[in-house]
């Protein structure tokens, strides 16, 4: 294929003035927004999160959040919309604050700033702030403000949530507190009210029970023997007409009778009745009463035995009686114990539900003072700023140069994009154009091979406005455009608010 670049050189300069239309409108264009577009500097400010300085093992930590999560969290407080409205009139952030409303300033805020966060497993967690302002100054400052702002609130949350925590723990010290009072109160109502029947007691009554027992028996043997001698006494009486020692001229028989109820007396205490010796010992005695009876003279007169007989039966029974009373002491002592007994297996079950109830009580009261401890000193640590932390590394300094926008390649890339789109539209012309221009066009089209072609002949008119028509369109292209486009960048909006709103409706962030 034999292309005829003559042909194509002499179409493209028949419609140069496509080109140069095309090519000044763009470029023309491309040079105004690239000196009218306002210049943008960044400031840009490094921040770190610092583990504690004091190990964990020492010293636990009240603020548990992760580190990013605590980035995130402050990033969301730093951007509401007091936040934002406070510095943007503190700082004067735009030029024509003024004239913005609140939500304008709201959103310039936020597009304007950029907030990275960069975390990983084994690795620092840095938090990148930047902003753009028209100033380099304005830049500077906004950053610090947010640094600032970010530091007071790491710090009132870290010294905030370590005294809630301490004022968690002392009010739960405090009810624990009146709980134990409370328990140990009725501990001491319940020993008070069954102080006869406590468990610690149980062994001392069981003791006194059984001496009380034995007393039991020893004072009922003492009844039983100061009876019998009392019936030895009387019927001696009886059958002597004397008492025990009672003159001093005694028959041999007499006082051997004496002696064998006396060594009757004292067997008594140690044998049963029934005992074998008991019954010899007695029928003896039955023997010497029947001789002393026979001994006695016959008795004329009142017996001076008598006066002393009353007087040893008086005494017997003040003793019985005595022993009586004291049988009948120990008798209702020994009830009294056994209720107390049958009543403190209940008692010791009551006290151990109350005891336990006290030790779990004193328990949480224990485990709560040890962490109100650990919770103090993790307050002090977060006072003195040895805990996590967010410190700067980087602040932000002001700018010497705009970051943005690139004139040079405004300028560059605009002058090549009207160059582009001018030839475009040359050649786009030329493929929606079908007419017949040349000898092979007519040979294509109908085979017959012309003799000779004639091109088209203007008149000098139409030259000439044709030429009127190329620089009316020219001057407005290199001289209406920019002029248009400042009036709209001075008088209505600035350009780059504009190619902010039509990007952000393209979903493209600039």
Same mark, same amino acid.
């Given at each position: ?8 050189? %002499?179409? !493209? #300069?028949?419609?140069?003035? @496509? ?5 000044? $409108? =763009?470029?023309?264009? &491309?040079?105004? %927004?690239? !000196? #009218?577009?306002?210049?943008? @500097? ?5 921040? $770190? =999160?610092?583990?504690? &300085? ?16 605590? $980035? ?439």
């Amino acid at each position: 294929m034999n292309l005829d670049l003559s042909f194509y050189f %002499a179409v !493209f #300069l028949r419609r140069l003035h @496509y080109f140069i239309v095309i090519f000044a $409108l =763009v470029t023309a264009a &491309s040079l105004a %927004a690239a !000196f #009218l577009l306002p210049a943008v @500097y960044s400031a840009n400010a490094v921040m $770190l =999160v610092e583990s504690s &300085s004091i190990p964990g093992a020492l010293s636990a930590p009240t603020v548990q959040a992760q580190a990013l999560e605590k $980035l995130q969290t402050i990033e969301k407080k730093l951007m509401t919309r007091a936040n934002l409205l406070s510095i943007a009139q503190k700082l004067k952030a735009f030029k024509d604050l003024q004239k913005m409303s609140p939500d304008d300033i709201v959103q310039a805020m936020r597009d304007n700033t950029s907030i990275n966060k960069n975390a990983g497993r084994g690795q620092a967690t840095i938090m990148t702030i930047g902003f753009e302002a028209e100033t380099g100054a304005v830049a500077a400052a906004v950053v610090n403000e947010y640094v600032t702002l970010i530091q007071q609130a790491d710090v009132e949350v870290r010294t905030n949530n370590a005294e809630d925590t301490v004022q968690f723990f002392e009010q739960h010290k405090v009810r624990l507190s009146g709980e134990l009072g409370a328990m140990q109160a009725k501990i001491l109502e319940f020993q008070n009210a069954n102080s006869d029947a406590l468990p610690n007691t149980l062994n001392y009554r069981l003791n006194q029970q059984q001496l009380m027992q034995n007393r039991l028996g020893v004072v009922e043997r003492d009844i039983a023997t100061l009876k019998d001698q009392k019936a030895r006494m009387i019927a001696i009486f009886e059958s002597t007409g004397q008492i025990s020692g009672a003159t001093a001229n005694q028959t041999p028989e007499a006082k051997q009778l004496d002696q064998a109820r006396q060594q009757l007396t004292t067997m008594l205490a140690t044998f049963a009745p029934q005992h074998p010796k008991v019954i010899q010992l007695e029928a003896q005695i039955v023997s010497l009463e029947k001789i002393v009876r026979a001994q006695l003279p016959a008795s004329t007169g009142s017996n001076p035995a008598t006066s002393m007989l009353d007087v040893q039966l008086a005494d017997l029974d003040t003793r019985i009686a005595l022993l009586e009373e004291e049988r009948t002491k120990i008798l209702s002592d020994l009830e009294a114990l056994k209720d107390t007994i049958e009543r403190t297996p209940a008692n010791q079950i009551a006290l151990d539900s109350l005891q336990r109830d006290y030790n779990n009580i004193q328990q949480q009261y224990n485990n709560t003072v040890a962490k109100l401890s650990q919770a103090a000193a993790a307050e002090e640590q977060e006072v003195r700023s040895k805990g996590e932390r967010i410190s700067l590394v980087e602040p932000a300094t002001e700018p010497s140069r705009p970051a943005r926008p690139n004139r040079l390649f405004i300028a560059g890339a605009g002058t090549a994009a009207g160059a582009f789109l001018g030839i475009a539209v040359i050649v786009l012309l030329e493929l929606l154009n079908r007419a017949v221009r040349r000898p092979t066009d007519l040979v294509k089209s109908f085979g017959i091979t012309p003799i000779a072609t004639i091109p088209y002949m203007r008149t000098p008119r139409e030259t000439m406005m044709r030429r009127m028509a190329f620089v009316a369109i020219l001057a407005v292209a290199v001289l209406g455009i920019p002029a248009m486009i400042y009036a709209v960048h001075v008088y209505y909006q600035p350009l780059d608010i504009i190619i902010g709103k039509v990007a952000a409706k393209f979903g493209i962030h600039l």
